[in-house]
Structures are given as C-alpha cells and as structure tokens.
C-alpha cells in the first residue's frame, strides 16, 4: 500500500519568505508526527498530531512554527518569516496510533532551502 | 528524560554478524527499547523493539541486559544494504515526555564493506 508522502520534495526560498509543506499519512493512521533533521543530526521531533488535535507541540523551536491536521489526515506545516537556520530536511511520520506498540512510519521528506 | 548512548559508527564485512549496542543506565521501569535506522536519504525505519525479553523479527534480533541498563541490536549476516545510521531510542508506554514522540540520539553509523 502507499506510504507516507511528503510534497514537496524540495523547497528553496528567500530569507523572510513564508512555506508550506505537505505530509499525506498512510489511510487510517490516527497519529502523525513532524521532525526535522539537519545535517549530520538525528531528526529532531517537532510536533505531532493525535487525530485533529496537537497532542504535543513542545518541539516547535518558537512561533514562526505552526501546523495544522484540519480533518485528522493530511497535515501541513507552516513557517512564517524563515531564517537560513530553518534550512533542514523535514519528516513526517505517521502510525496507528501514538502508543508504545506503534512503529511510525516516515515518508522521504522535504528538503527545505532558505537563502 | 532517560538517555542512550551509541557508539558513533561501526564498521562490518559483508555476510558477517554486526553487534551494535546501547547503554540507557538511566532507563525507567516502563520505558520500551526502539531501534530506528536510517539508510542514506532516506527517512528513517523501524527495526525492533522490546521491554525486558530478548526479540527477534525477519530484520534482527534484540538482546536486552537483565538489569536493562543496556542492549544489543544484533543483525546476524550483514548486506550493503544494511549500511544506515542506527538509533537506540527509549519509548514511555504512557505519559511523560517520551511518550509518543522519538528522540533520536546521534545514532551509530554502520559502514559494511563488501
């Protein structure tokens, strides 16, 4: 079956600019979790989503930082006013749930540039 | 939060028996061991997992300590494939600020020569 996807798969933009970025979970999966990963670091956990609601945000580095799961599948994260520090590749995963017993599965990620 | 520790890389011969291990001396009584590994440019997978038990699935074997203070991912006949960036991870079975969420470590690279 299809995997965690992730749109797109690169991102370059100007210092200051707003982005969005795309993560589609497998059918069914109720949590679904954000990291980013720069260079030569372990990914570093962001966000993550159990159905509609954030069930822990404590990862977002400040406020530029903000995502969404409007309808308890697709999630998009958002940063406003990006800094050339936020240049990483980006992760999602998802799994059935967000227990122990639950292995997160993670799509290929979006590689975001800032200039 | 209890924290692991990894050796940074390893190094294996193909078909060979690779042992990696991990020291989480800080574990709690209900924190499950993880391993995630992560091949070049990719995202990362899920390779096993245990509480006290030894384990074994179709990717590896887990050996766990008996005062769990560390454990052993054992992949019993190294391929090429299997070069990736291993990750030792505590997970909480409920609450806490594990639960849910994983928190990689630097991980230990594995390099397997042909």
């Known amino acids: 079956g299809a995997g965690v996807s992730q749109t797109p798969s690169n991102k370059v933009t100007e210092k200051g600019k707003y982005v969005e970025l795309r993560c589609d979970p497998i059918?069914?999966?109720?949590?679904l979790y954000w990291y980013r990963q720069s260079l030569g670091q372990g990914p570093e956990f962001l966000i993550y989503?159990?159905?509609?609601?954030?069930?822990?945000d404590s990862g977002l580095p400040n406020d530029r930082f903000f995502a969404v799961r409007p309808e308890g599948s697709v999630s998009t994260l958002k940063i406003q006013r990006t800094e050339r520090g936020d240049s990483a590749v980006y992760l999602c995963?998802?799994?059935?749930?967000?227990?122990?017993?639950?292995?997160?599965?993670f799509g290929p990620g979006t590689r975001l540039t800032v200039l | 939060d209890a924290k692991t520790t990894q050796p940074n890389s390893m190094e294996s011969n193909e078909e060979e028996p690779v042992h990696l291990p991990c020291n989480h001396s800080t574990i709690s009584g209900t924190d499950y061991i993880h391993w995630y590994r992560q091949l070049p440019s990719q995202g990362p997978e899920y390779v096993i997992h245990g509480l006290t038990s030894n384990v074994n699935n179709r990717m590896a074997s887990l050996a766990i300590a008996e005062d769990r203070k560390s454990s052993t991912l054992i992949l019993h006949r190294a391929t090429l494939r299997d070069a990736a960036v291993y990750y030792c991870i505590l997970r909480a079975l409920a609450g806490g600020t594990s639960y849910g969420k994983l928190t990689f470590g630097q991980g230990t690279i594995l390099t397997v020569h042909p």
């Open positions: 989503f159990q159905g509609t609601g954030a069930a822990d």
């Open positions: 059918s069914g999966h109720t949590a």
């Open positions: 995963a998802s799994s059935q749930s967000a227990g122990v017993y639950n292995e997160q599965f």
